[in-house]
C-alpha cells in the first residue's frame, strides 16, 4: 500500500476498533444494569449499526478480523479478545469490571466475568489449547482459581490490532532483520529465482518446503536468502541455531511466539547453523523438533547437509562466484582504482576465491591504506587484504604461522633446496599451465600440489614451510593431524573437510604435521575401524590433489608412509639430519646480526650432534643467559644452554662433543 492507503487503512481500522469495543461495552452495561435491576437501555442495534458502517469502510480487512480469521475465532472469543483490549484503551471497561465484580480492587475482566457477561458463551473457549491461550493472544494471570485470575491481552496483539505492527519484544533479542542486497552476483541471482519459484509452486498446493542453503560462505547465503524473500514479498530475519532452547517448555514458547509472527506479518526465518557442533545432539534435536511444529517460510544456512526432522527439504548448494563474476566484482569494487592495477585483477582471482562482499571489504581497507600511504603499490595492498580477509575462518580451525626465512636459512643439499624451489614454481604459475596452457581440460585429477617433507624432528621441515609461505607471500597454517584425526567414524573426514574449505578462499599453504597420524602402512582390512581408516586417508590424498593451493604431509619417518600413498603426492623430499659441514653453517647463521658474540667457534660448535631444530633452541637459551649476566654470547654460555637441551632430550652430552670448549 502506498502511503495515502496507509493513512486511510490506519484511520478506518481505528474506527471500526473503537466501533467494536464500543458492542463489548454496551453488552458490559447492559449485563450490570440487569444486574442492580436498572433499566436497560436497547442500544445494541445502534452500535452494531455503526460497526456495520465502519466495517462498509475499511479499504481492506481490519487487524481485528484479520486476528479473528487467521486464528479461528469464535463470536464469544473476539469479544472476549475485545474485553480485554477494551482494559487497555477504555477507561470505562476497568469501571466497568469493579462493578460487575463488587470490589473497586478488582477493575479487570476474568473469565469468570466474561462467562457471566458475554453472548454465545462455550467453555472450551478458555482451554489451554483453544486459540485464545494456544496462541497466547490472551495471559491469565496468578489467582487462586482460574476463572478468578486476572486476563489481560498480549501486548503484542493490543499493538497489532491498534494497527502497530513490530517485532514481539520476546523474540527481538534473539532475532535480527537482514536486508536484500542490490548487487547480487548473476550466478547467486539466478540460485535465489529457482528457489522463489520452488517455494511459489509449492505454496499453491499448500506443500512449503524447507529451503537449506549449503556452503561456506556465510555472506553469500544470507544475501542469496534475503533475495528470495525480497521476492516472495517476505520480511527475513535471522536466527542463530545456537539460541533454541533445549528446555520442552521454553521451545514450546519459541515456536508459538515465531509461528504467530509468521502470521501475523508477513515474515521469512533463516535459521544460521553455520557455526553449529554437529556433534551437539541434544542441540540438533531441538533444531528439528523446532522446524517440524513451525509453520511458514523457513531457510536453514549451514556448511554442509544437516538433518532437518520430518519435514520436506529442498537443498542448494552455494558456491562463490564464478572467477569471471569475482573479476567483474573486483572492478566495480575498485573504482577509481582500477586504472592503477595495471590488469593484475585476474592474479588477485586467480590466487583468491573470494566472496563478493570478502572483494568489497578488501577494496575498502586497501583505499584506506592508500589514503594514508599513497606511494605504496596497490596491488601489493590488495594482496595483502586478502590475505587478511580470507583468515578469519581458517584462524579458528588451524595454528597461523607467521612466515620468517629465507632460501639462505634452509641449510640444506642443494638437490632438495631447488626441489623446494620447483614446489614455488609450480605455485605461482599454476594457473598459467592449468588453465592458459590447457592442461586442466587434459584431466580434472591432480590439480593441486602436494608435497611431503620427511626427516627427524628439527631437520627444517617447517622452516622449509614458512620460507616457501615467505617467498610466495601466502599464509601458512599448521595443521596436527594427531588432533583432526578422531575415533568416531566419519568425524575425521569431517574435520579435513572444514580446513579446506576454509583454506580454499586464500590459497593458503596448508602444513600437516604427523602425518604418520593418518597414513601409514596399508594392512589387512579387519573391522569397520580398519576400513574407515583408509576412507579417512583416500580423503586427505583426494582433497590434497584438487586444493588449489599446496598442501605439505610432514613425517618423521618416511618409511612408515606407504608407497601407495606415496606416488598420489607430486613433490617428496627428504630433509636429511645434518652432518658436521651443515650444522657448522647452521650455527655461522643462527645468531642475529645484532646478537653481541664473542670467541664462538662454529666448528667446535658443529660437534653437538643436535639437528637445525635444536640448535635454533640451545641459541636462543645461550642468548637469554649472556643477555642476563650481561655479557655477549660465548662458548660458556652456549655450554650451559646445550647441556639444558639435551637434559630435554634425554641425552648425554659428551667430552666429544663440548671437550676443549672452556
Not at 554442509?304 to 526432522?309: A, D, F, K, P, Y
Not at 569494487?333 to 578488501?362: C, D, H, W
Request: charged share 20%.
Amino acid at each position: 500500500m502506498n502511503p495515502t492507503t496507509n493513512r486511510n487503512w490506519d484511520e478506518a481500522n481505528y474506527r471500526y476498533l473503537s466501533a467494536s469495543l464500543a458492542v463489548v461495552r454496551g453488552i458490559l452495561e447492559n449485563h450490570t444494569a440487569k444486574e442492580q435491576n436498572q433499566s436497560v437501555e436497547n442500544n445494541q442495534e445502534h452500535l452494531r449499526q455503526a460497526l456495520q458502517e465502519a466495517a462498509a469502510a475499511m479499504p481492506a480487512p481490519s487487524a481485528l478480523e484479520r486476528v479473528c480469521k487467521i486464528f479461528s475465532l469464535s463470536p464469544f472469543e473476539r469479544d472476549l479478545l475485545l474485553l480485554c483490549a477494551g482494559m487497555e484503551l477504555n477507561g470505562d471497561f476497568s469501571k466497568l469490571c469493579a462493578i460487575m465484580h463488587g470490589d473497586l480492587q478488582r477493575a479487570y475482566p476474568t473469565l469468570s466475568l466474561a462467562l457471566a457477561a458475554l453472548p454465545n458463551v462455550h467453555w472450551d473457549a478458555i482451554a489451554p489449547n483453544a486459540p485464545l491461550r494456544h496462541w497466547r493472544l490472551i495471559q491469565i494471570g496468578d489467582g487462586h482459581a482460574l476463572t478468578l485470575s486476572p486476563v489481560r491481552i498480549d501486548e503484542r496483539i493490543l499493538h497489532y490490532l491498534t494497527g502497530i505492527q513490530y517485532l514481539d519484544e520476546r523474540l527481538a533479542g534473539i532475532i535480527e532483520p537482514l536486508q536484500a542486497v542490490s548487487d547480487l552476483v548473476a550466478s547467486h541471482q539466478d540460485l535465489a529465482e529457482r528457489v522463489s519459484v520452488v517455494w511459489s509452486q509449492a505454496y499453491k498446493v499448500n506443500s512449503l518446503p524447507i529451503v537449506q542453503l549449503c556452503g561456506n560462505e556465510t555472506t553469500s547465503k544470507r544475501a542469496i536468502a534475503a533475495t528470495i524473500c525480497q521476492l516472495q514479498g517476505l520480511n527475513l530475519w535471522v536466527m542463530p541455531a545456537q539460541v533454541i532452547p533445549l528446555a520442552p517448555s521454553e521451545l514450546d514458547n519459541l515456536i508459538r511466539l515465531w509461528t504467530r509472527e509468521t502470521i501475523l506479518s508477513k515474515c521469512a526465518l533463516l535459521i544460521d547453523c553455520n557455526d553449529l557442533d554437529t556433534n551437539d545432539i541434544a542441540r540438533l534435536n531441538a533444531i528439528a523438533r523446532f522446524i517440524e511444529r513451525t509453520k511458514g517460510f523457513l531457510i536453514v544456512t549451514s556448511r554442509e547437509r544437516i538433518g532437518l526432522g520430518q519435514r520436506l527439504v529442498v537443498n542448494f548448494d552455494v558456491h562463490q562466484p564464478t572467477s569471471k563474476e569475482q573479476g567483474t566484482v573486483w572492478q566495480d569494487a575498485l573504482g577509481s582504482m582500477a586504472p592503477q592495477m595495471n590488469g593484475q585483477v585476474k592474479t588477485l582471482v586467480e590466487q583468491f576465491n573470494l566472496s563478493a562482499a570478502t572483494i568489497r571489504a578488501a577494496c575498502a581497507e586497501a583505499a584506506g591504506q592508500l589514503a594514508q600511504t599513497p606511494e605504496n603499490d596497490i596491488t601489493s595492498i590488495l594482496w595483502d587484504a586478502c590475505r587478511v580477509q580470507a583468515r578469519p575462518r581458517l584462524d579458528e580451525l588451524a595454528q597461523r604461522i607467521e612466515p620468517s626465512g629465507d632460501w639462505e636459512d634452509l641449510v640444506l643439499p642443494e638437490a632438495q633446496k631447488q626441489v623446494l624451489r620447483d614446489i614455488a614454481a609450480h605455485v605461482r604459475q599454476r594457473s598459467t599451465v592449468y588453465n592458459n596452457w590447457g592442461f586442466a581440460a587434459k584431466s580434472a585429477r591432480g590439480l593441486g600440489i602436494s608435497a611431503l617433507f620427511a626427516g627427524a624432528s628439527g631437520t627444517g621441515k617447517t622452516l622449509g614451510a614458512e620460507v616457501l609461505a615467505q617467498k610466495l607471500r601466502l599464509d601458512l597454517y599448521r595443521i596436527d593431524l594427531s588432533s583432526v584425526v578422531s575415533k568416531y567414524i566419519g568425524e575425521t573426514e569431517k574435520n579435513l573437510r572444514r580446513v579446506f574449505d576454509a583454506a580454499e578462499q586464500g590459497g593458503v599453504i596448508l602444513l600437516f604435521d604427523e602425518a604418520d597420524a593418518l597414513f601409514g602402512k596399508r594392512s589387512e582390512v579387519k573391522d569397520a575401524r580398519d576400513r574407515y581408516a583408509n576412507i579417512e586417508v583416500s580423503y586427505l590424498l583426494q582433497r590434497m590433489e584438487s586444493y588449489p593451493g599446496l598442501a605439505v604431509l610432514t613425517t618423521n619417518l618416511k618409511s612408515a608412509i606407504d608407497t601407495a600413498f606415496l606416488r598420489r603426492i607430486r613433490f617428496v623430499v627428504q630433509f636429511p639430519f645434518p652432518d658436521t659441514t651443515q650444522r657448522a653453517e647452521i650455527w655461522r647463521r643462527v645468531f642475529p646480526a645484532d646478537t653481541p658474540t664473542a670467541d664462538l667457534d662454529a666448528l667446535q660448535l658443529a660437534r653437538l650432534n643436535v639437528a637445525g631444530g635444536n640448535i635454533r633452541n640451545i641459541a636462543l637459551n645461550a642468548a637469554f643467559l649472556a643477555a642476563d649476566a650481561g655479557e655477549a654470547v660465548q662458548m660458556k654460555h652456549v655450554l650451559r644452554a646445550a647441556q639444558t637441551e639435551y637434559s630435554k632430550l634425554e641425552k648425554p652430552l659428551t667430552d666429544a662433543e663440548v671437550g676443549g670448549w672452556m
